[in-house]
């Protein structure tokens, strides 16, 4: 089992930033990824980004590249989404997940965080 806890998100204006993070307890991590899914009010959950826990290589929806940043710390078993330029379509609840990285980007996953609210103004 993997327990998942997430921190980070707020209300912040179009155009700000927010930086998210989701800490891993219960079992190793190695021939996982995580990531970030997402839901908005009235949508299917929706990929975000995802990172290979064993390599770092990372993939991101088209609609983040080039705003939102996956990271994570080894030693910390933490995975961070800094988010940058955000818009009002950025708003939902973000779900941290760990599973294989096809299956996130899929919005699937073995495990699931409790999500965390995400909300741009205009």
């Known amino acids: 089992q993997v327990q998942l806890v997430e921190s980070g998100g707020g209300l912040v204006q179009a155009g700000g930033s927010l930086r998210l993070s989701c800490a891993a307890s219960?079992?190793?991590?190695?021939?996982?990824?995580m990531g970030w899914v997402r839901q908005a009010p009235g949508k299917e959950r929706e990929f975000v980004a995802a990172?290979?826990?064993?390599?770092?290589?990372?993939h991101y929806a088209d609609s983040v590249k080039g705003r939102f940043t996956i990271s994570r710390d080894n030693a910390k078993n933490t995975v961070y989404l800094q988010m940058n330029s955000l818009k009002p379509g950025d708003t939902a609840v973000y779900y941290c997940?760990?599973?294989?990285?096809?299956?996130?980007?899929?919005?699937?996953?073995?495990?699931w965080g409790q999500g965390t609210q995400v909300t741009v103004s205009s």
């Open positions: 990172i290979i826990w064993n390599v770092g290589s990372t």
């Open positions: 219960g079992r190793t991590l190695s021939g996982y990824a």
């Open positions: 997940a760990v599973s294989n990285w096809r299956s996130i980007v899929a919005g699937r996953s073995d495990y």
